[in-house]
């Protein structure tokens, strides 16, 4: 069996996998703030969207298999906005920490320039792993806000972290 991870755009037939690896960490973490799973209906509208507006999903595939994704996601509605997108990843619980997602970021990093000038990631104050990705790949911790969610009885800081892409 070939042991070769593959980065590839995500197609329509990827996403109950992408939904399971996100799912996960809302129902295992306080890293996504969402409190109940995504259903597999909001999860195709999603996708559907992302298609529709331009915003690519990349996945991580590894024999056959999804074993991460990340995207990138209008930040906000106003026009102003335009240049900038907001990141998401994930990676699945038994593949992490080997590289995957430094892979994924760097080819969505590559994907985003000339398109965006700001890409923003937004991470709860204890994902380490995250904080260390996002650093590790040249974004900037910006600004900690205090106590601005709340998820299993637990208030919880989130850092804004920013990189701006080359012309
Ligand atoms: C954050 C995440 C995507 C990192 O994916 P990954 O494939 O493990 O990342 P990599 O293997 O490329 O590691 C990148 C860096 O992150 C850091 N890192 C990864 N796992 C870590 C861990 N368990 N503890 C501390 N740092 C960690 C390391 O600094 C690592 O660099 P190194 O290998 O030189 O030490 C993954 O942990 C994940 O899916 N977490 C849950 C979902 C999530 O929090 N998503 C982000 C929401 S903003």
Redesign the pocket.
């Known amino acids: 069996m070939e042991n070769k991870i593959r980065i590839r755009p995500a197609r329509r037939e990827d996403v109950p996998m992408i939904n399971g690896i996100l799912n996960f ?1 809302i129902m295992n ?1 306080n ?2 703030l969402n409190t109940s799973p995504r259903s597999e209906e909001r999860a195709y509208e999603w996708f559907d969207s992302h298609e529709r507006d331009g915003y690519p999903v990349i996945v991580a595939e590894l024999n056959g298999e999804v074993i ?1 994704w990340s995207s990138l996601s209008r930040f906000r509605e106003y026009s102003g906005y335009n240049i900038t997108a907001e990141v ?4 699945s619980v038994n ?9 994924l970021l760097t080819t969505l990093m590559t994907m985003a320039k000339g398109r965006y000038h700001c890409l923003v ?3 709860t104050d204890n ?4 904080l ?2 996002f650093s ?1 790949c040249g974004f900037f911790a910006n600004t900690t806000f205090r106590e601005i969610g709340y998820k299993n009885n637990t208030y919880i800081d989130i850092t804004f972290m920013t990189k701006l892409l080359e012309k």
């Open positions: 960490a973490t890293y996504n991460g998401s990843i994930y990676v593949h992490r920490h080997k590289g995957v997602g430094t892979t990631a937004v991470v994902n380490w792993a995250s260390a990705l590790r």
